[in-house]
């Protein structure tokens, strides 16, 4: 069973920027499917960007050119840079992992974007 952790979370103000980290468990992290979702009150979570390994990765057209998903083997960590955040980034961001059949949720870390 993989476990994820979520960090990185908090406030901060229109046209700022946050980290998050996603840590796994597991020896086969290189192998991992990652991505992150969001869901802000009222809506459906929703994906906001996904990453293999190399350069396969992919955004929500709503992040693209602020948010960067990465990862670091070694840590068996997957980050996503956020910039030029908007109010209506607000959500709790969640990290998810896939490796074949098997895939795992982390428990989500609120993200507030307001002045």
């Known amino acids: 069973q993989v476990q994820l952790v979520e960090s990185g979370g908090g406030l901060v103000q229109p046209g700022g920027s946050l980290k998050l980290s996603c840590v796994a468990s597991g020896s086969a992290f290189r192998l991992y499917l990652m991505a992150w979702y969001r869901q802000a009150p009222g809506k459906q979570r929703e994906l906001v960007a996904?990453?293999?390994?190399?350069?396969?990765a992919n955004y929500a057209d709503s992040v693209k050119g602020r948010f960067t998903i990465s990862r670091d083997n070694a840590k068996n960590t997957s980050y996503l840079q956020?910039?030029?955040?908007?109010p209506e980034d607000t959500a709790v961001y969640y990290c998810h992992s896939q490796w074949g059949s098997r895939t795992a949720?982390?428990?989500g870390t609120q993200v507030t974007v307001s002045s």
């Not at 956020?82 to 908007?86: D, G, I, Q, T």
């Open 50 to 56: 996904t990453e293999a390994g190399g350069n396969s």
């Open 82 to 86: 956020m910039n030029s955040l908007k």
């Open 105 to 107: 949720w982390g428990q």
